[in-house]
T-cell receptor, first 112, second 112 residues
Framework: NAGVTQTPKFRILKIGQSMTLQCTQD?????MYWYRQDPGMGLKLIYYSVGAGITDKGEVPNGYNVSRSTTEDFPLRLELAAPSQTSVYFCASILAQGHEQYFGPGTRLTVT | QKEVEQNSGPLSVPEGAIASLNCTYS??????FFWYRQYSGKSPELIMS????GDKEDGRFTAQLNKASQYVSLLIRDSQPSDSATYLCAVLLIAGDYKLSFGAGTTVTVRA
């Protein structure tokens, strides 16, 4: 199993540009999450999904959108990039409630 | 009050010493508790999970949980330079929920 994979690893965006961060897991996990981590800070939940077709907001959803059309994929969309979205983005998944979260390697995004 | 708080770092310990990390959480009904290790530039990886009061040992790591005091700790015995990392406390705050709440992390440096 590859686990949780994310692409791209790095990206530089100009203000106002859009992009999609890709996340795929091959563990047949129902629950998937997107976090952002600013320097020296913990993880902030952006969006999460409890299954295909079901998504919900986390604590910092503004400026982002998600979709979950399959169990494996959970892409995160930035529509109008702003410098405040400069961060490292982690995708994660779990098998069931209370179980270990598996994290992807992260995407380092810079908006200038 | 933050939902999950960790003792502020950085924490510097000599090689071979015990590193003690503390975490308090806001919700008495929390059920699941996790410690993640995050090396600089990498994604978090699970090192310990604990669900019931008391101690849980795994190699050089011991997690301690006291639900009455809403307190979970991590001890690293015989600290090694490879233990130098940021340690994140994560709590499933709401029973039946699917979202972990993370502390800001404590950075540990082990001096050779």
């Amino acid at each position: 199993n590859a686990g949780v994979t994310q692409t791209p690893k790095f990206r530089i965006l100009k203000i106002g540009q859009s992009m999609t961060l890709q996340c795929t897991q091959d563990m047949n996990h129902n629950y998937m999450y997107w976090y952002r981590q600013d320097p020296g800070m913990g993880l902030k939940l952006i969006y999460y999904s409890v299954g295909a077709g079901i998504t919900d907001k986390g604590e910092v959803p503004n400026g982002y959108n998600v979709s979950r059309s399959t169990t494996e994929d959970f892409p995160l969309r930035l529509e109008l990039a702003a410098p405040s979205q400069t961060s490292v983005y982690f995708c994660a998944s779990i098998l069931a409630q209370g179980h270990e979260q598996y994290f992807g390697p992260g995407t380092r995004l810079t908006v200038t | 009050q933050k939902e999950v708080e960790q003792n502020s770092g950085p924490l510097s310990v000599p090689e071979g010493a015990i590193a003690s990390l503390n975490c308090t959480y806001s919700d008495r009904v929390s059920q699941s508790f996790f410690w993640y290790r995050q090396y600089s530039g990498k994604s978090p990886e699970l090192i310990m999970s604990i669900y019931s009061n008391g101690d849980k040992e795994d190699g050089r790591f011991t997690a301690q949980l006291n639900k009455a005091s809403q307190y979970v700790s991590l001890l690293i015995r015989d600290s090694q330079p490879s233990d130098s990392a940021t340690y994140l406390c994560a709590v499933l705050l709401i029973a039946g929920d699917y979202k972990l709440s993370f502390g800001a992390g404590t950075t540990v440096t082990v001096r050779a």
